[in-house]
C-alpha cells in the first residue's frame, strides 16, 4: 500500500518544477502555499521521471533483432533510490513566502512497464556483421489505482496505461563474434493525474491551513541510448549510456483558509518545463529456452531546475541510482 501510495504522490510532483509556475506566486495570503507546493513538487520530479525513463528501451537488448519477424516482448519494474520529505502537520505563512527545512525519508520510487519491439529491415552486411538495422519500439507505462482514504485524492481522466514508442536504429548486429550495438530513440509518458490534498493545522497569526489541487497533470519522458549487448550462452552482458529528457504540464491552484477578517484566499496558475538528465547503466541476463530473466542498475545526473526557497535534506537535482528486474521473450 505505501508503495502504491508513493508512485501516487510522486506522481503529482511533476507540477512544480516550472520558472512559470515560480513566477505566478504573486505575494499575498496565498505566495506561501504556491511557493512551497513548486519546491515540494520540483524536489520530487526528477526521482519519478527516472523511474518511468529507466535505462535501456528494451530490457537486455542492446542490438537489433535482425529484421522482421524477430519480436521482443518485455515487461520490467524499476525502483529509484529516492527520497520523500515528512510533510505532516504544514501550515502555510499569509505575510508572504517564508522559506522552511523539511526532514526527508529514504523512499524507493517504483514503476511498472511493458516494452515491446518487432524487426523491420535486416540491415546490409558489413563482414561478420550488419549495419543499418530498424526496429520499432512500442511501450506502455502503467499506474494502479490510489488506495482509499488518507488527505490526498486522486484521479486518472485519461485512464491508468499511457502508451510510447520509438525506434532502434542498429551500429552493429550482434554474431558470435560481434556485440549487438544500436542507437535508440523512445518517447514514454505518465498517465494523465488530477491530485489534490490539503492541510489541516488550526489557523494563527500568520500562518493557515489550506489545500492544493493538480489538474491533468501530464508528463512526456524522450530519451536516447547508445546500447550495447552479447549474449554468452546461458547469461549475457548490457551496457548503455545517454541523456533523458523530461517534459511536463499542469494546472495549478491553491487556497489558503486563513482567519477572520482574511478568510478564504485562492489563487490559480499553469506550468510547464523541460530538464535534461545524462543516464548511464549496466545489467546482465540469465538465458532461459523461452526468454531471459534481465536486472539492471544505473544512475543519473546533470540537469537543472530553478532555485528552490523550502528545502528537504538534498538538492532536487541530485543523483539518483535505480535498478530493474524483468523478463523478456521473443524469436
Not at 202 to 207: E, K, P, R
Not at 239 to 246: C, E, I, L, R, S
Not at 309 to 321: C, I, L, Q, V, Y
Request: glycine letters at 14%; charged letters at 10%; one cysteine or more.
Amino acid at each position: 500500500m505505501r508503495i502504491r501510495h508513493s508512485i501516487v504522490v510522486a506522481g503529482a510532483a511533476f507540477v512544480a518544477w516550472s520558472a512559470p509556475v515560480q513566477g505566478q506566486c504573486a505575494a499575498g495570503y496565498t505566495q506561501d502555499a504556491c511557493q512551497k507546493t513548486v519546491d515540494l513538487f520540483n524536489f520530487l520530479t526528477p526521482q519519478i521521471s527516472t523511474a518511468l525513463s529507466g535505462g535501456a528501451a528494451t530490457i537486455g537488448q542492446g542490438g537489433v533483432l535482425g529484421g522482421f519477424p524477430h519480436w521482443t516482448l518485455g515487461v520490467r519494474a524499476s525502483a529509484v533510490n529516492g527520497s520523500f520529505p515528512t510533510m505532516k502537520d504544514v501550515s502555510f505563512s499569509t505575510t508572504g513566502a517564508k522559506a522552511s527545512s523539511y526532514a526527508a525519508e529514504d523512499q524507493y520510487v517504483p514503476m511498472a512497464t511493458i516494452d515491446g519491439s518487432i524487426g523491420i529491415y535486416k540491415g546490409f552486411p558489413l563482414g561478420i556483421t550488419r549495419v543499418g538495422g530498424i526496429d520499432a519500439l512500442l511501450s506502455a507505462t502503467y499506474i494502479p489505482s490510489a488506495p482509499e482514504g488518507g488527505d490526498i485524492t486522486v484521479s486518472l481522466p485519461g485512464g491508468s496505461t499511457k502508451w510510447g514508442g520509438g525506434v532502434r536504429v542498429g551500429l552493429l548486429q550482434e554474431s558470435i563474434l560481434v556485440p549487438g550495438v544500436a542507437f535508440t530513440y523512445l518517447q514514454r509518458g505518465l498517465p494523465t493525474l488530477s491530485v489534490s490534498g490539503s492541510s489541516t493545522v488550526s489557523s494563527s497569526a500568520g500562518s493557515a491551513p489550506g489545500t492544493f489541487e493538480l489538474k491533468d497533470l501530464t508528463m512526456k519522458s524522450k530519451s536516447w541510448r547508445v546500447s550495447a549487448s552479447k549474449s554468452f550462452m546461458a547469461f549475457g552482458l548490457q551496457a548503455g549510456a545517454g541523456q533523458d529528457t523530461y517534459d511536463n504540464s499542469v494546472g495549478l491552484d491553491v487556497t489558503v483558509n486563513a482567519a477572520a477578517p482574511v478568510g478564504t484566499q485562492h489563487a490559480s496558475a499553469t506550468a510547464s518545463h523541460s530538464m535534461k538528465r545524462t543516464n548511464m547503466y549496466i545489467g546482465g541476463s540469465l538465458n532461459f529456452f523461452i526468454g531471459r530473466l534481465v536486472a539492471e542498475y544505473g544512475q543519473v545526473s546533470g540537469g537543472s531546475l530553478p532555485a528552490a526557497m523550502n528545502s528537504f535534506g538534498s538538492s532536487p537535482t541530485a543523483s539518483r541510482s535505480y535498478f530493474s528486474v524483468g523478463l523478456r521473450t521473443g524469436f
